[in-house]
């Protein structure tokens, strides 16, 4: 596709249990980015990729969250025995490169998000 | 601690009018800052940025003013159009080494009348 593609879209757990998020980023795009955006908030640093590496992840909250890049492309954000607060929508983007400018500037191309309900 | 704040969680102007959404930050070391764009139901889209040694950047109807003394910036958009209805992010970058590392405030909800 042209754009950032995330699946699903919607998602509604049970406080306990397992979820994936997928992202599929950019053809040729080479850094990946995830996001949470709380009710209210803007988007929230989660983990950035440099190809298959996690070259920072600093922004994701404790040990339940966990993010994989294994062939440089489509990543999965894993988040385990999820609680009410997990509830967000996980947005993620890519760009040609860390740093990367374009003729405007250090753009990042956002997907649509995946909402993630835990109840 | 919010180091990129946006005051005004909402705006309202008139059709063809000007709107100012201002954005206040605490972090000497960020250098480079965006303005983001989001519909409902959609990821947000870049709009236009600053580098931090320029204190203005226009391109068509928007311009974004940069003022280092005061942490302050604000994008202008002149005329305002009913599709620049909108939640707008100012975002913030610290070095070249953390580009995509975007800190964001808590956004403005611009509604423009026809």
């Known amino acids: 596709g042209a754009g950032v593609s995330q699946t699903p879209s919607n998602k509604v757990t049970e406080k306990g249990k397992y979820v994936e998020l997928r992202c599929d980023p950019i053809s040729g795009h080479t850094a990946l980015y995830w996001y949470r955006q709380s009710l209210g908030q803007g988007p929230e640093f989660l983990i950035y990729?440099?190809?298959?590496?996690?070259?920072?992840d600093s922004g994701l909250p404790n040990d339940r969250f966990f993010a994989v890049r294994p062939e440089g492309s489509v990543s999965t954000l894993k988040i385990q025995r999820t609680e009410r607060g997990d509830s967000a929508v996980y947005l993620c983007a890519s760009s040609p490169s860390h740093g990367h400018y374009t003729g405007k500037g250090r753009e990042l191309f956002f997907g649509e998000g995946s909402r993630l309900t835990v109840l | 601690d919010q180091q990129v704040k946006q005051n005004s969680p909402s705006l309202s102007v008139q059709e063809g009018r000007i709107s100012i959404l201002n954005c206040d930050y605490t972090n000497s070391m960020f250098d480079y800052f965006l303005w983001y764009k989001k519909y409902p139901a959609e990821g947000p889209t870049f709009l236009i940025s600053i580098s931090s040694i320029k204190d203005k950047n226009e391109d068509g109807r928007f311009t974004v003013f940069l003022n280092k003394s005061a942490k302050h910036l604000s994008l202008h958009i002149v005329p305002s159009q009913p599709g620049d209805s909108a939640v707008y992010f100012c975002a913030a970058s610290a070095g070249t080494s953390n580009t995509g590392k975007l800190i964001f405030g808590q956004g403005t909800t611009l509604q423009v009348k026809p």
């Open positions: 990729f440099q190809g298959t590496g996690a070259a920072d």
